[in-house]
């Protein structure tokens, strides 16, 4: 600031003359250095604005401006401090406006000075700046400038990934899902075609029948083709339009993927022993999805060209894959020679896997025979399919 004070004494400013030029480059070696080049360049922009409006003007090492009035002894600058004062910081024009009272105000003296801007200066680049930064984002780059490389081997290998990935789950939905809708009604239908073929004695009953003498009911020999139909199943308790056919062999994609497959060595229905078959629990129609969910009573029913055999659901358990002692006419002792009229459904489990078998016992109940139409329990879907 300026005071008016005429008992400060003129400083003794010679020695500026050798270190003028080393200070101001000195000076500006650094961020802080710039700084007191600037306030220096201020003060003598301070004190040549006072020596022109002819008040004395005082320099002093920190930096306070003192003025006083004109009957003090003026400052007398050697022409070398001019000279040094020139170099750092040029004197303003006669021209340059200054305020009323003849001072110059700071902000108006650090605009001459190199590199230094004002707020609505910096405010105004900034904004320019922001401009063409948005203006640059929707013009496509020119045909001599390298392409900004955006892929890389981690995002590629990832949205392949994540592709084949829903591929997959799209296609396990197909598999197991949709597909067993289509390939499980496709079977039934399948049934309820045979049913009337037998019903018939068309072709397709080509197995030879006889009578068992200890209760008189009709015994069919085994097929002699693998994948021969030949029955039908009915679970009532898996819906009323299960009817699925059950064709001679296991083997999986000739028969066991279109039909229910029949152990060549177990009996046939109402025979003496043990009536084994088997389906899949999933895919392929999945005609033995509900095997867990047997209760005891519930009826499995067997038509052959002859008639119904109808089956009572005792019990089930889990096996290995290799225990096949259950497929002898007693289950689990074959060397015992049965004597009841048994019937087995096998599948795999658990679900998605073959890692066991899960199997279903059923007792022989009643024969109804052809003539007098279907059991009660499956009287309302043999209707509704064609049949008596």
């Not at 030029?21 to 000195?26: A, T, W």
């Not at 090492?61 to 009957?71: L, R, T, Y």
């Not at 999945?286 to 109808?310: F, R």
Request: overall charge negative.
């Amino acid at each position: 600031m300026i005071q008016r004070n005429p008992t400060i004494r003129k400083p003794n400013m010679s020695g500026l003359n050798q270190t003028g030029f080393g200070l101001r480059s000195s000076l500006s070696a650094t961020p802080a250095a710039r700084f007191c080049l600037r306030c220096f360049s201020v003060a003598a922009r301070a004190a040549a604005a006072a020596d022109a409006s002819d008040e004395r003007c005082f320099f002093v090492p920190a930096g306070v401006f003192f003025s006083g009035s004109s009957d003090l002894e003026p400052l007398d600058f050697s022409r070398d401090m001019r000279a040094i004062l020139s170099m750092i910081a040029p004197m303003p024009s006669a021209e340059r406006p200054g305020r009323d009272d003849g001072t110059t105000s700071i902000e108006s003296l650090l605009a001459d000075d190199d590199g230094y801007q004002t707020r609505a200066q910096r405010r105004a680049l900034e904004n320019e700046a922001r401009q063409r930064q948005s203006s640059s984002r929707g013009q496509r780059p020119s045909s001599g400038s390298r392409p900004r490389r955006k892929l890389s081997v981690v995002g590629v290998s990832g949205e392949v990934l994540m592709t084949l990935g829903v591929v997959m789950l799209l296609f396990v939905g197909w598999k197991y899902w949709l597909n067993d809708l289509i390939v499980g009604e496709e079977q039934n239908q399948a049934g309820q075609e045979l049913s009337q073929v037998l019903a018939e004695g068309g072709e397709e009953a080509t197995t030879v029948t006889t009578t068992d003498p200890a209760i008189g009911i009709p015994i069919s020999s085994a097929p002699t083709v693998t994948n021969e139909r030949f029955a039908i199943l009915y679970v009532p308790t898996w819906g009323a339009d299960y009817a699925r056919p059950i064709a001679q062999g296991i083997e999986q994609h000739e028969v066991l993927d279109h039909n229910i497959g029949h152990y060549p060595d177990s009996q046939m229905p109402g025979e003496v022993g043990n009536f084994a078959i088997a389906g899949h629990r999933l895919a392929y129609g999945a005609s033995m999805q509900k095997i867990h969910e047997l209760q005891l009573g519930d009826e499995l029913v067997v038509e052959t060209a002859d008639g119904w055999y109808t089956y009572s659901y005792r019990s089930g358990e889990y096996v290995a894959p290799t225990q096949v002692d259950v497929l002898g006419s007693v289950p689990r002792y074959p060397e015992q020679t049965g004597t009841d009229r048994l019937m087995m459904i096998m599948s795999c489990n658990p679900f998605w896997s073959t890692a066991e078998r899960i199997i279903g016992y059923a007792v022989f109940d009643t024969f109804t025979p052809r003539a007098d139409g279907p059991p009660a329990s499956i009287a309302a879907s043999v209707a509704s399919q064609g049949g008596l």
